[in-house]
């Protein structure tokens, strides 16, 4: 039986999304609650600059209908530190803001290391280990993605799997695309939308991505979500998405 295949993009705020993929004189305060019906996730980029409140996170729960995932892009408090090991107490200081106010609608945490940070075994394993499972009774799932070439590396991989944390695979992007299944779900960026195709990608590229995700979601949850790239069509290469991986669509 396959796993869920949830497909979103980064983030909900975006002049340009007015009028292309918001209708014509939505509301800003309506835009959240379009966007949870027109995709099945998000990836949330405000995490990652500013600490948010519990407010906040209830609020984005009580938008969002039954099935929806919020990913939460981890700090860069905590991934932009020279030693990861050393930052139990931020990373404490995030986890304690409030996130178990989103209940079953929260996602993987994106924790996105900065593209000068190499790979160093000792540090990353001592930073992993302070990544704690439970919340408040509430499960966490935990993804890595790496933006240096050293995270090629067979012993990275070893111990995302030790732990059942996910890499995150830049899957189209500048960034190393490490395609590992370490975790019982997966997460994929696709950063290749571009200019001139209505729906981010050309047909045959949306096919092979709709193929793709199938075929992970044979044993692991999908979480893919359309960023960078031409980034005013992320939303309608997402939707594209979904309703290619529909149920009852040609495979």
Same mark, same amino acid.
């Not at 990652?48 to 860069?76: D, H, I, S």
């Not at 304690?96 to 593209?115: A, F, H, R």
């Not at 899957?171 to 695309?177: F, Q």
């Not at 490490?178 to 290749?192: E, H, K, N, S, V």
């Given at each position: ?13 975006? $002049?340009?999304? %007015? ?7 939505? %509301? $800003?305060?309506?835009? +959240? %609650? ?26 984005? &729960?009580? $938008? ?19 030693? +990861? ?16 106010? =989103?209940?079953?609608? *929260? ?5 996105? =290391? ?5 790979? #160093? ?27 240096? #070439?050293?995270?090629?590396?067979? @012993?990275?991989?070893?111990? *995302? ?28 960026? +696709? ?11 050309? #047909?045959?590229? +949306? ?15 999908? *979480? ?11 939303? @309608? &290469?997402? $939707? ?12």
């Amino acid at each position: 039986m396959s796993q869920p295949i949830r497909i979103g993009v980064g983030g909900w705020t975006y $002049q340009p999304w %007015r009028g292309t993929f918001y209708p014509d004189g939505l %509301r $800003q305060a309506d835009e +959240l %609650r379009f966007a949870t019906r027109a995709l099945t996730a998000l990836e949330v980029n405000g995490t990652f600059y500013r600490t948010q409140t519990p407010g906040t996170f209830r609020n984005w &729960a009580r $938008q969002a209908p039954e099935g929806f995932v919020f990913a939460l892009k981890a700090p860069r408090y905590v991934t932009s530190r020279r030693v +990861l090991a050393e930052t139990g107490e931020s990373i404490r200081r995030f986890l304690d803001s409030g996130l178990e106010e =989103l209940g079953p609608k *929260l996602g993987p945490i994106n924790w996105q =290391l900065p593209p000068t940070k190499a790979f #160093d075994c000792a540090d990353l394993a001592g930073f992993l280990d302070r990544l704690p499972d439970r919340l408040n009774g509430l499960p966490l799932r935990h993804a890595v993605e790496p933006r240096h #070439d050293s995270f090629h590396a067979p @012993a990275f991989a070893t111990l *995302l799997a030790d732990r059942g944390i996910a890499v995150v695979q830049a899957a189209d992007g500048p960034y190393p695309s490490i395609d590992a299944a370490t975790a019982p779900f997966a997460y994929l960026r +696709l950063m290749g939308t571009r200019e001139g195709e209505p729906l981010g990608y050309p #047909d045959p590229e +949306l096919d092979r991505w709709a193929v793709r995700l199938r075929r992970i979601a044979r044993d692991r949850e999908v *979480l893919a979500f359309v960023i960078s790239g031409h980034k005013v069509l992320n939303p @309608a &290469a997402a $939707q594209e998405l979904i309703r290619r991986l529909a149920p009852g669509k040609p495979r």
